[in-house]
C-alpha cells in the first residue's frame, strides 16, 4: 500500500507551501491510476482537506492585503496632470 494507507487523524501542513506540494502530489497519484479504491478514497478526502486548508490560507492573505491596501494606497497622480 501507499503513504495513503489508513490514518486516524490527518496531520495539517506546516505551511501553504507545504500543503500544496502535498496536494499536488497525491493529484499526481490518483492520475497514474495505480491506486486501489480503498486508497484512492483516503486520498481523496485527504486531499479535500489540503484543499480546504490551502483557500483558508490563501483566503486569509487576500483579507490581509485588502486591509493594507485601504490603509495605505492613495490615488496616483503623476507631476503635471493637475498642473493644467
Request: hydrophobic share 40%; aromatic share 4%; net charge neutral.
Amino acid at each position: 500500500m501507499t503513504k495513503f494507507s489508513k490514518r486516524v487523524k490527518s496531520p495539517q501542513p506546516e505551511n501553504f507551501e507545504a500543503g500544496l506540494t502535498e496536494l499536488e502530489n497525491i493529484v499526481a497519484s490518483m492520475e497514474a491510476g495505480q491506486m486501489s479504491l480503498e486508497v484512492s478514497l483516503l486520498a481523496h478526502k485527504r486531499g479535500a482537506e489540503l484543499l480546504q486548508y490551502c483557500q483558508a490560507i490563501l483566503q486569509n492573505a487576500q483579507q490581509q492585503v485588502r486591509l493594507l491596501e485601504a490603509k495605505t494606497l492613495k490615488n496616483f497622480s503623476p507631476p503635471g496632470i493637475d498642473d493644467r
